[in-house]
């Protein structure tokens, strides 16, 4: 059976089963987010003998759930943090330019100054002058513009009381897109993987957490993995996983919500608004997919992490918060398409959730597993190997000597231009096989190269070409090859985090059926 198909099917994952069963892993990654990935691909690269694990599906919980940005971090130089603000940069660019390209987009930011706002115009000036600095003015200088000007990339953006508005590029991208072909290049450098899988209890030799056992959340089939060391990377269940270690283990992190709403515009955004809500927190305006990103909340979160969600409150702030820079027009509730919460997770500590340090915490339990909790979207790739040479010291066991980097650069699957991709579509003479632009350049941005495998889908059966709802650009062909190639497994896999279906407010009840009808094969 060939490793790279039908990753969905009972024969496929029978398959992986056996292969997680058979011999001994260097590492057990538990915890298939973008923390575990990034360890997994890293690791693999590195020449260790990975398997990753996932309960429910990859990036199914706060890897999905962010802003989807890919930033220096404005904020953090109001805290004076100038030399994090310039390494995030450095990555950001990385990401850009030489690992994900089809997949990460320039986007123009702009912080609107009000009269009463907390900050003036002389003060963000530099200071969007200072962030371009430290990215080497790779995306140009950071400057002030007139609100006309700034009117023009978002049409939303409130005048009343403006007086300036200060401009500076960041980048985005779709985190479920991202966090799929991570999990790709994993298993293309050697990774065993395998979604909805969960943990029933940790294997131990003399003591020493030495794998997991397992059961098959789809067809209910346990097994077991033995691995020479295991590394608990489950985000807002570390804790949970922890006290599988060690019953008495205590806390060792704290949970922060950050909601989102998808809204609806009337006119196309060029640019997105962050906007002084005080001196230290922002609300985001982004455009996104289409639509107009906002957020995010930062509150405590005390409740299971499976049933974290918004609630009428975080719609209720988010608004009102976005309302400090946007026309009231464009907020109205009839214009929510979807809306989405993830967990944060931050160091164990005293005060607000909003002052906590946003690192990477990796600690070490009684039975030598470890675990790995926090940090962020921008720098996955570095946590990675952090984390991995953690892993090397602690380790009772020489694991993996010699060692290549193992950050060196190598590019996400399907590294291509977007706009060559886009053309190529457009232009292919073969019959059944050209795309509608809009449809072209929506898998061009998603999937680089690889929208040329959707497109010969496409061509082998011509129903697949049609679009999923006709107000989204997604096509069918998406979710065949979803359940084929990247592990979709239920109708919220592949139309929430491999599609942009759901986010766009089009799951209806039909879609949903022909979704679970195509999944099943």
């Known amino acids: 059976m060939k490793a790279d198909t039908h990753r969905a099917t009972p024969a496929y994952r029978a398959h992986t089963r056996e292969e997680l069963s058979r011999g001994t892993f260097d590492l057990l990654v538990i915890g298939g987010g973008i923390l575990g990935t990034s360890v997994a691909w890293t690791a693999t690269q590195a020449g260790l003998r990975v398997a990753m694990v996932d309960a429910g599906d990859f990036a199914g919980a706060t890897s999905s759930a962010s802003s989807k940005l890919v930033h220096g971090g404005l904020r953090y130089l109001q805290t004076g943090n100038v030399r994090l603000v310039a390494e995030n940069h450095r990555e950001r660019r990385s990401l850009a330019s030489d690992i994900a390209p089809h997949l990460v987009n320039h986007r123009p930011f702009l912080v609107p100054i009000y009269n009463d706002g907390p900050h003036g115009a002389a003060k963000m000036g530099a200071g969007v002058f200072l962030y371009s600095a430290l990215s080497a003015f790779g995306d140009g200088m950071g400057r002030l513009l007139s609100p006309k000007q700034a009117k023009r990339l978002a049409p939303g953006l409130r005048t009343d009381g403006l007086k300036s508005v200060a401009a500076y590029s960041d980048h985005q991208m779709n985190d479920s897109r991202m966090a799929v072909m991570s999990v790709r290049a994993a298993v293309d450098a050697g990774a065993v993987v395998l979604n909805h ?24 089939e346990e097994f077991g993995v033995d691995a020479r060391l295991v590394l608990n990377a489950t985000g807002p269940w570390v804790d949970h996983l922890r006290r599988m270690e060690d019953p008495n283990a205590a806390p060792s992190v704290r949970l922060s919500k950050g909601a989102h709403l998808v809204l609806n515009t009337p006119d196309p955004w060029r640019a997105a608004l962050t906007i002084p809500v005080d001196k230290y927190r922002v609300s985001f305006a982004i455009p996104w ?94 946590i990675g190997r952090t984390v991995v040479e953690e892993l090397r010291k602690v380790s009772s066991v020489p694991l993996g000597e010699g060692m290549a980097d193992p950050l060196r650069t190598v590019p996400l699957p399907g590294l291509a231009s977007p706009d060559a991709v886009t053309q190529r579509l457009i232009i292919d003479r073969e019959p059944g096989a050209r795309v509608d632009p809009l449809v072209a350049r929506h898998l061009a941005t998603h999937y680089g190269s690889l929208a040329m495998d959707i497109a010969a889908l496409v061509r082998d059966r011509p129903e697949l070409g049609e679009r999923i709802h006709p107000d989204g650009p997604d096509v069918w062909a998406q979710v065949v090859f979803a359940r084929d190639h990247e592990w979709a497994v239920t109708v919220d896999d592949a139309l929430r985090r491999r599609t942009t279906v759901t986010v766009r407010g089009l799951d209806t009840p039909e879609v949903r059926e022909h979704t679970e009808r195509l999944l099943a094969g």
């Not at 969960?198 to 959340?217: K, N």
Request: glycine share 16%.
């Open 197 to 220: 899988a969960e943990v029933q209890g940790l294997r131990t030799t003399s003591g020493r957490v030495t794998g997991a056992e397992l059961r098959d959340r789809v067809c209910g």
């Open 289 to 382: 997919e289409g639509h107009l990103l906002l957020g995010t909340t930062d509150e405590a979160y005390e409740g299971d992490p499976a049933d974290v969600g918004v609630v009428p409150s975080d719609v209720d702030q988010i608004l009102s918060e976005a309302s400090m820079g946007i026309d009231p027009s464009y907020l109205d509730r009839d214009r929510m398409t979807y809306s989405f919460a993830g967990l944060r997770v931050l160091p164990g500590g005293p005060g607000d959730t909003s002052s906590a340090k946003r690192e990477t915490v990796v600690s070490q339990g009684h039975g030598g597993m470890l675990s790995v909790a926090g940090g962020k979207w921008t720098t996955y790739r570095h």
